[in-house]
Every structure is written in structure tokens, then in C-alpha cells.
Nanobody, 115 residues
Framework: QVQLVESGGGLVQAGGSLRLSCAAS????????MGWHRQAPGKQRELVATITTGGSTNYVDSVKGRFTISRDNAKNTMYLQMNSLKPEDTAVYYCKAGTVGVGYWGQGTQVTVSS
């Protein structure tokens, strides 16, 4: 099993920044990718960004140039730096980690961007 704990959410004005963290523990040796997803009220959960063990990253078009995903393997922690936040970024942000066929989720952290 893998346990994931997110932190860093909060309320910020449009144009502001937040940094989310996701600390992993447990059987982390089996993880070969990590990523951030988000779910806004009344909408489906969507993929925001992913990062592989080798450091390759991928972003949904709506956050490219504004969000940066990174990981510190020594600390077993993944980050999402969010800049130039917009009201439409408001959502619960979830950390996900896993390997082929197996995925683990964190409990989520709320991000609210006011206009």
C-alpha cells in the first residue's frame, strides 16, 4: 500500500500563487508515476499534470505555462507550483501515484481562487 497526504491548498486571489505538496509513504518503491488531478463542483475529475520517475512531465493545456510539477525523490514528495491562478482553477486537488494497473489517491486539498 501507498499513502499520500496533500497539503498547501487555500484561498487566493486571482493572479496569485500556491504550492501544493504530496508526501508519499509505504510501498513507494513500486511507484513509477505521480500526478495531480482536480475536481471542480459539478464537474468530472480531470488530470492536471504528471511526472515520471525519470522526471518527464505532462500538463493539461489549460495550465501549461502557469503550473509546474516537480518531485523530490529524497523526500518522497511531489509538488505543484501554481502561478497566475484563475477562478476556473478552483477545485479540490488530488495527488495520485501508481504503476501500471494500480493507483493510489490522496484525500484532496481545496484550492479556491477568488476573482
Amino acid at each position: 500500500q501507498v499513502q499520500l497526504v496533500e497539503s498547501g491548498g487555500g484561498l487566493v486571489q486571482a493572479g496569485g500563487s500556491l504550492r501544493l505538496s504530496c508526501a508519499a509513504s509505504g510501498s513507494i518503491g513500486r511507484i513509477n508515476y505521480m500526478g495531480w488531478h482536480r475536481q471542480a463542483p459539478g464537474k468530472q475529475r480531470e488530470l492536471v499534470a504528471t511526472i515520471t520517475t525519470g522526471g518527464s512531465t505532462n500538463y493539461v493545456d489549460s495550465v501549461k505555462g502557469r503550473f509546474t510539477i516537480s518531485r523530490d525523490n529524497a523526500k518522497n514528495t511531489m509538488y505543484l507550483q501554481m502561478n497566475s491562478l484563475k477562478p476556473e482553477d478552483t477545485a479540490v486537488y488530488y495527488c495520485k501515484a501508481g504503476t501500471v494497473g494500480v493507483g493510489y489517491w490522496g484525500q484532496g486539498t481545496q484550492v479556491t481562487v477568488s476573482s
